[in-house]
């Protein structure tokens, strides 16, 4: 392999490609940061930072195989793109059981995550296969809205909102920060997925591009950015916030 294939270089004049090569590569820089990072804490934020890295690597070598697909005129394989958010995806729900466990966040709550995470993965994937000239893109992405706004509750106002509220500190800062991804940072992906499934009634959004399906990956590598590395940071912060509060003695 060579150090130009390793790097993904090729043709970066589209979004779509340049996006793919941008996500490629400040995920494996994540992954680095993150691991690295790891033998300043204790065991207690030790799991977290590396659950981030997890995600953000794994995430890295999925970008790598889409990017390499984009660059030789080749389809992004969809299937390659919801592999990636089945692995990273509860992952992130495994960070919201990580922090709240010292709050007395118990399995219970964190199998609920998953399959309410994987039911609106799913649902989205059977979306995006579905075709175009039925009204099933919209129906299964209704499905998966529901799946979504049911983790918002659990996570805002539901157990583990209580759950954060009663830890206070720094576990309650960055679990309110973790919410206001999920409720802003999620909300990117509906965005791609209407873009991406044309011929829904929503099909507006597809006509304002010429190529909806890059668009569509835009999105998506935007959205996975943004979400992905900022999960790590704000665990990573905390982490550091509660390092700094242990005093010597």
């Keep these: 392999m060579t150090l130009t294939n ?4 090729g043709d970066l004049s ?32 030790r799991t977290s930072i590396l659950v981030s890295g997890l995600i953000t690597f794994i995430a890295a070598v999925h970008y790598y195989y889409m990017k390499e697909s984009a660059l030789n005129g080749g389809e992004v394989i969809t299937e390659v793109r919801y592999i990636d958010w089945i692995l990273t995806v509860p992952l992130m729900c495994v960070e ?22 994987l039911v609106m993965l799913l649902t989205g994937y059977m979306g995006e296969k579905s075709g175009t000239d039925t009204n099933s893109p919209a129906a299964w992405g209704f499905v998966s809205g529901i799946a979504y706004f049911y983790i918002v509750y659990l996570i805002k106002y539901g157990a583990l909102a209580k759950l954060a509220a009663s830890a206070g500190g720094a576990v309650e800062k960055a679990h309110k920060t973790l919410t206001w991804f999920v409720i802003v940072g999620w909300a990117i992906y509906p965005l791609g997925y209407m873009i991406g499934t ?17 668009a569509m990956n835009v999105v998506y590598n935007i959205g996975d950015a943004i979400n992905k590395i900022g999960f790590g940071l704000v665990v990573y912060a905390a982490a550091v916030a509660s390092k700094k509060k242990v005093k010597p003695y």
């Design 6 to 9: 390793l790097l993904l270089i």
């Design 14 to 45: 589209t979004p779509q490609n340049f996006t793919f090569f941008l996500g490629a590569m400040a995920m494996m820089a994540a992954s680095a940061f993150f691991f690295l990072s790891l033998p300043q804490f204790d065991n207690k934020w």
């Design 198 to 214: 044309e011929g829904q009634w929503y099909s507006g959004l597809s006509g304002i591009f010429e190529n909806p399906d890059e």
């Design 96 to 117: 919201f059981y990580l922090i709240l466990k010292v709050a007395g966040a118990t399995k219970k709550h964190l199998n609920i995550l998953i399959f309410a995470s």
